[in-house]
């Protein structure tokens, strides 16, 4: 089924699933490379990472929601609520680490925090991928239902 919010003819949400997925992914390396002996103000920017991207993934969790009540055809509806229901588990995850680092005066992460960002990130880009079968208006799960033009007269 194709996605409800379009900009230019593409799905919204796609366009705004990457930037939370590369936020993630960049906090990931950053925490990696601190864990690894880097300065503790790369652990900082890993922090400032994570909080960017939890802003993004709300965004996309917004579109995601108008594309799954807009869902029509059950099947399309089952993958889009559990799509959404896969991005708002990876956005509670990353806002407990969030939480977890205040504690720090560098906001870094120690080895055990750097693994469940891991996790998030891993959920995170699976959720990706199976929500990006609803935006795609090729997929073969649904077909749209163009209504007949009307006659003018």
């Known amino acids: 089924m194709q996605s409800r919010l379009l900009l230019a003819g593409q799905a919204v949400r796609p366009l705004l699933l990457m930037f939370p ?7 990931v390396l950053f925490d990696l490379a601190t864990v690894l002996g880097a300065p503790h103000l790369i652990g900082t920017l890993a922090y400032w990472n994570i909080v960017a991207g939890l802003v993004g993934g709300l965004l996309a969790a917004l579109a995601a929601g108008v594309d799954a ?17 896969m991005d708002f588990a990876v956005l509670i995850l990353f806002a407990v680490l969030t939480l977890m680092r205040i504690r720090s ?3 870094a992460a120690d080895p055990g925090l750097l693994v469940v960002e891991l996790v998030g990130l891993v959920l995170a880009g ?3 991928w199976y929500g990006g079968r609803f935006g795609d208006p090729y997929a073969p799960m649904v077909r749209l239902q163009r209504r007949p033009p009307v006659p003018q007269n």
């Open 126 to 128: 699976f959720g990706a």
């Open 69 to 85: 009540f807009g869902a029509h055809d059950p099947k399309a509806a089952r993958i889009s609520f559990l799509s959404l229901l």
């Open 21 to 27: 997925l590369g936020l993630f992914t960049m906090a």
């Open 105 to 107: 005066p560098d906001r």
